[in-house]
């Protein structure tokens, strides 16, 4: 019970992290994009731990830093082609993937490119979410940082549903 308890606190204070990081009134565009990323690909790698048998080694072994699932698309990838995640979730953490590269790759990059602009109305996931599109005003990093946040909202509880669905079926 105490490793359980453990392991809620832990993921909150990840989340209390991610959230402090993440803020709207953050300043740093390059912050806010690889930030948000991160999380996503953490979120990814916990899921994915959920999901799997009880086998450390073997599970590291796929996603820790040498294996071939170390990367934020290849997770969810699996996760998508295995029905643990919505084919909209799916293209947008691709989509996200793609945003942080733009700002991993070119240092004076920021939410006002025209391609990260573009990238970010490919975000989809919060409008089916929210049933709506957003504002006219809504900027590219409006855009982006509510997206990020529906996707680590919807993404968030599955660690925990995957562990249930492991409980079940073992």
């Not at 899921?47 to 294996?67: N, P």
């Not at 799916?90 to 993937?97: A, H």
């Not at 240092?107 to 970010?120: G, N, P, T, Y």
Request: aromatic share 8%; hydrophobic share 45%.
């Amino acid at each position: 019970m105490s490793s359980q308890r453990d392991d809620l606190i832990a993921d909150f204070a990840k989340l209390a992290e991610f959230s402090q990081a993440f803020d709207y009134g953050h300043d740093n565009d390059r912050e806010i994009a690889i930030v948000g990323c991160a999380y996503i690909e953490s979120l990814l790698g916990d899921i994915l731990v959920a999901t799997f048998l009880d086998d450390r080694s073997e599970v590291k072994s796929l996603i820790g830093e040498a294996g071939p699932l170390n990367g934020l698309v290849a997770r969810a990838r699996l996760l998508y082609l295995l029905g643990v995640i919505h084919e909209l979730v799916y293209k947008d953490i691709k989509t996200i993937g793609k945003i942080r590269n733009e700002f991993a790759h070119k240092v004076s990059a920021s939410f006002a490119d025209d391609k990260i602009r573009e990238l970010c109305k490919n975000l989809k996931w919060h409008e089916f979410n929210l049933f709506m599109k957003p504002p006219a005003e809504a900027t590219a990093r409006d855009i982006y940082q509510v997206g990020v946040n529906q996707v680590v909202a919807h993404l968030g509880a599955l660690p925990g549903l995957q562990k249930l669905n492991r409980v079940q079926r073992d």
